[in-house]
């Protein structure tokens, strides 16, 4: 910061004239130094300085902004604690029929650790670009604690969920995953701690046969 404010500081008096000079102790005039210190400076050569510095300014303080902007916190509908351990907050209801066991769903989600680190998104935080993940219903296919989360959501609904080690990355075969690299190093070096994951359910694809499970026939 020490820098930043002498490089914020205007030039002194004696920069404003054309040719400038530097001053030489009085007695060392005839010193041999004097060829020096007296070297000549041209107005171009001040200006392009000062000019190079007022652009490390702006740049330092385009890099000292925060990369991730501020969120709001969501008006919470309702809490429900499960008997696994996980912790939903409905925050959109949503609308249409739910999500039940072995449905194809599709959706967004933001993943964090519990102090609150980002982890992935599948949406750009950016661009508003979003990569939405299908996934069947299925704890074979997907970490228990978020198929926990999906089940019972509707299309456009929003819930944000604390899911504990026990349901979540048991393994590495289980989804959602990221692709890139960086993400996926970071998600599975987390893994055996809590996760907050915030998930929108975009569409139901194929909900299950009359047959299932939870038919009422």
């Known amino acids: 910061m020490a820098l930043l ?38 107005r171009r050569l001040v200006l392009h300085f000062l000019g190079i510095n007022h652009v ?20 919470v509908i309702r809490t429900l604690k499960l008997p696994s351990g996980v912790i939903i907050q409905d925050i959109v209801e949503g609308g249409g029929p739910e999500a039940h066991d072995g449905d194809l769903v599709e959706f967004n989600y933001v993943c964090r650790r519990s102090n609150g680190y980002f982890v992935y998104s599948t949406v750009d935080q950016f661009s508003g670009e979003s990569k939405p993940v299908t996934l069947p219903l299925d704890e074979n296919q997907m970490i228990v604690g978020l198929k926990e989360v999906l089940i019972g959501m509707r299309s456009n609904g929003k819930r944000r969920a604390l899911i504990p080690p026990s349901m979540g990355y048991v393994n590495e075969n289980l989804k959602p995953i990221p692709e890139e690299f960086g993400p ?12 907050v994951f915030e998930v929108q359910l975009l569409k139901i694809l194929s909900p299950p046969s009359s047959t299932s499970a939870y038919s009422t026939k």
């Open 5 to 42: 404010t002498f490089l914020m500081l205007s030039p002194p008096r004696c920069m404003e004239n054309a040719n400038l000079k530097c001053a030489v102790p009085k007695g060392l005039e005839n010193n041999s130094l004097r060829a020096i210190t007296e070297r000549r400076f041209s």
């Open 56 to 75: 490390i300014y702006k740049a330092s303080l385009a890099f000292a902004a925060p990369i991730m902007p501020e969120m709001k916190e969501p008006e």
């Open 184 to 195: 996926r190093r970071s998600l599975f070096s987390h893994a055996q701690e809590p996760l």
